[in-house]
């Protein structure tokens, strides 16, 4: 098939994608929310979740405006990129926040839903949830592919240079990574502010239940899984998706003369990355129906099963795809290219991939020895049970690194830099179910919430905290896959830097490159304590607001007087969109200062980023998830030298506080590292020409 008509097929696969959201975001709504007071709860979340989105979305309005105006200006007048520049600027960061407003939209009607499917039984409610968390998926992958593939086919036809066009479109991923880190950093300090109020006022100071429906912070807690783990994580794996494409695609860009010269399809490896991506989306679609539990059964399996099952299909086809798409063989810049070795490639980022994703669920499954041993320090209190967690974090980065490492090598080693950038695209080829996955998870949490809230028998609960720590596991692994794609997205962006940039080689020997890299690998430290130091702050203004409200609020303890939600509610949202303001700019502001004082410590910069960034967001998820899981291992009751534990015990109260610490760890700073290496990334390969 002729490599132009299969490019103009691509935009319907993203269409395909937003048509089957749209269907089961409708049959999520035709499902039962239950009881009045179920819905009420649910609709209070839902109001607390829009009413933070509007306030965010207003901020970064004025940014995106900001920002377009000087990116127009900064590109016009020059002959390899365009002010129109500033359109795909606009359009991905309008694509990223709709992604993540459609996902929290069905989010927040899934819930209460999937609460009341828990009354009926297991299978229903994981149906319901993922379902759920379906839409957010597919969305993502809908808006990103629909968006790039039309600019860039528009772009195309109006400009007769590929560097060009790869120029323009870069302003996509570069609008997409902004509303990222902001939604990101903005929604972590929101759900995490009232997570760690809720738990420590709660469980600690007051000894009441998780979600007791006399906490005042409770409704913020729920509120918070929706805006920072479903919108949040949403464009966080937007900006990986359409990062790890557009670095593709200006790698594939330097083979358009030896094609040109082959009299084959110049753009052919420029759209490989799309048509993979598109073909991704329908292995999604089909890999969401393998996931199902029966009665009695394990969630994780079922799960595991589509994601997992979407991951083999893939790598069939992507043999296909490829083979069809690009020369047996060719040859540029003394490197011999093949096929069959860019289909190795792809077959590494996706085995690399989920070998991460399985080391993740290792140390953070409720399970494994990592997490029941971090219960069992627990024992003797919060002190030992914090570095238990800090332990295991650290011990978590060994074997990814390796995967990584060997991956990132094996690519190489197949297809050059283009090689490692298509194996970051395999890696995220199934975007759609993984984040389906993920976003099962704050549903599912969110879900007992409301059965707690609602007074529901204890056996719904039950199945609620099933599929709830389940679904820290799954969020675990999704982290585990945008750490890990993040990494080799992050080195495939930084490799189009270099083309781009006319950057030879990075030699550490030289002063200047070294500044970059120890600049570089500071960043994420400094970043990570603004994201921590907000959370600390919002959380400390949270449990004084509790606490006041048990004082002042005649019958608030004994149930009779019902609790001042709003209070709790705007606390987290004057805090996250207060505090999520500085560090946001930092990724966006250093890259610039650095790359006009010098392209080649812009270089250093990247390197520095990359690595510390890459180990920090391994160390911080996966210990947050492990002191999580150790705190749920706990509340389903587990024995230790004859003696059982459970919630209220002393052990309990420790493993809460573990928890706690691990909270910002793993959803505010531990993810957004993510973003903000990419995002740098993508500043530095945006400034490229202007430098």
Known sequence: MDNQLILYAVPLSGVIALLYALFKAGWVSKQDSGTEEMATIAGHIADGAVAFLKREYKVLTIFVISVAILLGFANSGRVDSSPIISVSFIVGAICSALAGFFGMKVATKANVRTTHAAREGLSKALNVAFSGGLVMGLSVVGLGIVGLSTLFIVYNNQFSEINQVINLISGFSLGASSIALFARVGGGIYTKAADVGADLAGKVYEGIPEDDPRNPATIADNV??????????????????????????????????????????????????????????????????????????????????????????????SYFIITNILPSSWVAGGFTYTSLNVFFAVLTGLAAGVLIGLITEYYCSTHNKPVVGIAYQSVTGAATNIIAGLGTGMMSTGLPIIVLSVAIIASHYFAGLYGIAIAALGMLSVTGIQLAVDAYGPISDNAGGIAEMSGLPPEVRERTDKLDAVGNTTAAIGKGFAIGSAALTALALFAAFRQQAGVESIDISQPVIMAGLLLGAMLPFVFSALAMGAVGRAARDMITEVGRQFNEIAGLREGTTPAEFAHCVDISTKAAIREMILPGTLGVLVPVVVGFVSKDMLGGLLAGVTSSGVLLAIFQSNAGGAWDNAKKRIEGGIEFDGTTYGKGTEAHKAAVVGDTVGDPFKDTSGPSLNILMKLIAVVALVIAPLI
């Open 224 to 317: 918070g899984d929706n805006v920072g783990d479903v919108a949040g994580m949403g464009a966080d794996l937007f900006e990986s998706y359409v990062g790890s494409i557009i670095g593709t695609m200006v790698l594939g860009a330097a083979f358009v003369p030896v094609f040109d010269a082959m009299g084959i399809s110049t753009i052919a490896a420029v759209i490989l990355p799309l048509v993979i991506a598109a073909a991704g989306i329908i292995v999604s679609i089909v890999g969401s129906f393998f996931v199902k539990v029966k009665e009695g059964g394990n969630p994780q399996t079922g799960l595991n099963t589509g994601e997992f099952g979407a991951s083999l299909i893939m790598a069939v086809l």
